[in-house]
């Protein structure tokens, strides 16, 4: 059982935007700037597509972002594009168990 | 820009120990402004962190594998390892080694990732 909690999957047409959500805890999430976001597609490591909740590393597309409420992380797709589809798995910083605690990730289909 | 690059032996034995290493090119593991670490995934499933080290020999470990886990770093190879002892089927992962910048704790870049099967 992963200690972040993400929905298994959500879908979405092409140029539609979508929302995954990364719930985790006061000792995680909800008490520190260090959730990421990676994106991973069959067969490759995953890729960091945000950090520090909300900013994007270069070369990220500008139609990805972060933000958190709470002990709540989002990440936020605008103008989905095929190429998009994959696994997308959050993180954060932990002072409780683990120190790095991954959620069990999302299957993003573009329909 | 850096790249990281995983080895190891693909097939071990259950009960045997695993030695990972991750290779280094790019720039130095010498670096007060990162961490370097390990994540497995085990076949269809998830991320999960191992453990990470820094250039001082200082390490976290997953509290969930600590008693089997060892990490080493060798600043004049510039690379980093992994042991994992007492094996068993649960261990078949893919393992990826990556680094973690300290300041924003994100990994980033990661290796390629090596599978390793435990079975007899």
């Known amino acids: 059982q992963s200690a972040l909690t993400q929905p298994a999957s959500v879908s979405g047409p092409p140029g539609q935007s979508i929302t995954i959500s990364c719930t985790g805890a006061?000792?995680?999430?909800?008490?520190?700037?260090?959730v990421s976001w990676y994106q991973q597609h069959p067969g490759k490591p995953p890729k960091l597509m945000i950090y520090d909740v909300d900013k994007r590393p270069s070369g990220v597309s500008l139609r990805f972002s972060g933000s958190k409420s709470g002990s709540t992380a989002s990440l936020t797709i605008s103008a989905l594009q095929p190429e998009d589809e994959g696994v997308y798995y959050c993180?954060?910083?932990?002072?409780?168990?683990?120190?790095?605690?991954f959620g069990g990730g999302t299957k993003l289909t573009v329909l | 820009q850096v790249q990281l690059q995983e080895s190891g032996p693909g097939l071990v034995k259950p009960s045997e120990t695993l030695s990972l290493t991750c290779a280094v090119s790019?720039?130095?593991?010498?670096?007060?402004?990162?961490?370097w670490g390990w994540i497995r995934q085990p076949p269809g499933q998830g991320l999960e962190w191992l453990a990470n080290?820094?250039?001082?020999?200082?390490?976290n470990y997953n509290p969930s594998l600590k008693s089997r886990l060892s990490i080493s770093i060798d600043t004049s190879k510039n690379q980093f390892s992994l042991k994992l002892a007492s094996l068993t089927a649960a261990d078949t992962a893919v393992y990826y080694c990556?680094?973690?910048?300290?300041?924003?704790?994100?990994?980033?870049?990661w290796g390629q990732g090596t599978l390793v099967t435990v079975s007899s």
């Open positions: 993180n954060s910083y932990s002072t409780g168990s683990a120190l790095m605690m």
């Open positions: 080290i820094y250039y001082t020999e200082a390490a």
């Open positions: 790019g720039g130095s593991i010498n670096n007060s402004s990162y961490s």
């Open positions: 006061t000792s995680d999430v909800g008490g520190y700037k260090y």
């Open positions: 990556a680094r973690l910048p300290i300041l924003d704790c994100a990994f980033d870049p």
